[in-house]
């Protein structure tokens, strides 16, 4: 596997090639955003074209990823200029695990289907077409832009205004749209779909508000990645101590949508083709803890982890326990 990490201090940006237990920095590229743009331009595979420019020294990978150096991890892709050309988004309803959750969030009789199954056995039917072909749309939310994305080790906010935060433990495609619209998969990563499950659960209209806030991502690209089959792992830590633990597999074995049907439908918005954007979509979960009753607490620290992606995810929960906040408008009119 190739994987990457963005790295920074101060105002100094690197990119490093992951060979353990070291950091192989890049010559004349400090994001992977204009590494990619190269590769792209020179017609090269990202993957030979980052191994053969890792000639600027090395770190240690265990003091930056355990927060001892005086480098920090940046998410592993972002908009390096302008960090609101990154559209953070996500599928859902891959997973039976997610729409079992859903069903139950939203049943009003247990004999009929919510729409959220009814989503999810379309995904059943027509989610996974032959390879150029299209088929049937799966669920697409929004979760903000690069301002919103957090690196290993950074707080997830529960902000004021929510009414719970809630781990979803996922694999992530990045993207980057070339001159003339077209959309290139630069890799994959750990994600932490962070969301509002108890604001959700009030109505399923409550969708959209419910996926606005942070989310994690890292802290490794793995440039060449293949998305049939991973084991996820994911815990809470509460005082240091196991709370919660679950696995499941994910991947297009475990999903009712192929890899290429999702990106099908993300990308064919012209809005989403704009040259010069960067994209992090979520490709969904089959497990949370909110399932199982489990309330997050400040300090709690979440891990996402799978042997296919390079080191385990893990951010700490920072709840603002501050008064909500009224937000007025001014009319300049």
Avoid at 50 to 66: C, H, S, V
Avoid at 164 to 193: K, S, T, W
Avoid at 221 to 235: G, K, N, P, R
Avoid at 292 to 305: E, P, R, S, W, Y
Wanted: with cysteine; net charge negative; hydrophobic share 35%.
């Amino acid at each position: 596997m190739v994987r990457l990490v963005q790295l920074r201090k101060d105002a100094d940006r690197q990119v490093a090639l992951v060979q353990e237990p070291q950091l192989h920095l890049m010559e004349g590229f400090p994001s992977v955003y204009e590494l990619a743009k190269a590769a792209i331009e020179a017609g090269s595979k990202l993957s030979e074209f980052a191994k053969q420019r890792a000639r600027g020294g090395t770190l240690e990978y265990d003091l930056i990823y355990g927060g001892r150096s005086e480098w920090s991890l940046l998410p592993p892709v972002d908009h390096p200029d302008e960090p609101a050309r990154c559209l953070n988004s996500g599928t859902g309803l891959t997973h039976l695990g997610s729409a079992s959750d859903r069903q139950a969030m939203h049943a009003v009789k247990e004999a009929d289907l919510t729409d959220s199954m009814k989503i999810y056995r379309w995904g059943l039917e027509g989610g996974r077409p032959a390879p150029g072909n299209i088929g049937i749309s799966p669920e697409w939310f929004y979760k903000g832009n690069g301002t919103m994305a957090r690196a290993h080790g950074e707080p997830l906010e529960i902000p004021a205004y929510a009414e719970d935060g809630g781990e979803e433990a996922e694999i992530a495609g990045a993207y980057l749209i070339a001159p003339g619209g077209q959309p290139y998969r630069l890799g994959m990563a750990l994600g932490n779909e962070f969301s509002d499950h108890v604001f959700e659960k009030k109505n399923y209209l409550y969708l959209a508000g419910s996926k606005l806030r942070t989310s994690a991502l890292g802290p490794e690209l793995v440039v060449d990645a293949e998305f049939q089959s991973h084991q996820m792992e994911v815990s809470i830590e509460r005082d240091g101590v196991p709370l919660w633990s679950a696995s499941f597999q994910t991947g297009e074995a475990a999903m009712c949508h192929s890899l290429q049907n999702m990106e099908h439908h993300h990308f064919k918005y012209e809005a989403h083709r704009r040259p010069g954007d960067v994209h992090i979509h979520f490709f969904g979960t089959a497990y949370l803890s909110f399932r199982d009753g489990i309330t997050l607490q400040q300090g709690d620290v979440i891990q996402v982890a799978s042997k296919s992606f390079g080191r385990p995810l893990r951010n700490p929960v920072r709840i603002d326990k501050s008064p909500q906040k009224f937000v007025p408008v001014i009319s300049i009119g």
